[in-house]
């Protein structure tokens, strides 16, 4: 099994928060506004990327067509005003018939009503009924979407109901797994400290002391930890 395919498995087997992988990377990897349509859910999978400029979703309908099922598609918009850039059809079509894993736009979408009476998971920076053209419009910015494409397409994304975060191509090694294992590791010694131990936060948080000789922590919790290349 690849190392990307391992990271996948383990988030969705732990079932890691934002949060904690926000954390693992260092606090970094937040798709920033994006919040969920729904109530608690939890998608992880490989990054497709998708590109939407200038008030028209042409090319978004030209390039949804590749999606490939349990992946988190990630449309990016440039210029596309207080406009949607998609609603309840393209969203049926990339989770239901292209089998996509998530749906995050970087921009709004529409028909909100429905999105949330069926359950899609997409994510957004918020909702409008005004919708895109459908006709062809100058492209996104060329140098924007090879970036783009060369950090985040083929990366990992994780959404909840926290927003989403992306673990780019550069991330994706052993170290990332060993510090997402960390980062699980790290919040059961917190919680066992505060709900066992009865100790405050600073104690905890800051101050670290469950790293101290003479602490009273299970050593099976503070285990060094391991990752298999």
């Known amino acids: 099994m690849s190392i990307k395919n391992k990271i996948i498995e383990y988030i969705k087997e732990n079932r890691i928060s934002t949060t904690e992988v926000a954390d693992a990377l260092g606090k970094k990897g937040v798709l920033s506004g994006v919040q969920s349509m729904l109530n608690v859910v939890h998608r992880v999978g490989i990054i497709r990327t998708i590109f939407s400029a200038n008030n028209s979703n042409y090319f978004v309908h030209e390039q949804i067509r590749d999606i490939e099922k349990g992946e988190v598609v990630i449309i990016y918009t440039h210029n596309c005003d207080d406009r949607a850039i998609i609603g309840d059809l393209v969203s049926k079509f990339v989770l239901l018939y292209k089998g996509a894993s ?31 053209f459908n006709e062809r419009a100058d492209p996104f910015p060329v140098h924007q979407e090879n970036e783009i494409r060369r950090q985040v397409n083929g990366g990992i994304a994780i959404c909840d109901d926290g927003g989403v975060v992306i673990i780019p191509n550069d991330h994706i090694n052993p170290e990332m797994l060993l510090s997402l294992k960390k980062i699980e590791q790290q919040e059961d010694i917190w919680n066992f400290c505060l709900n066992t131990l009865k100790w405050d936060t600073k104690r905890i948080i800051c101050d670290k002391e469950y790293l101290g000789d003479g602490a009273d922590v299970p050593e099976i919790l503070t285990r060094d930890i391991e990752v298999d290349e």
């Not at 979408?109 to 009476?117: G, S």
């Not at 998971?121 to 409008?128: E, L, N, Q, S």
């Open 102 to 132: 998530a749906i995050v736009v970087d921009g709004l979408v529409r028909d909100a009503a429905r999105l949330k009476r069926e359950n899609y998971a997409v994510w957004a920076k918020g909702v409008t009924p005004l919708g895109c």
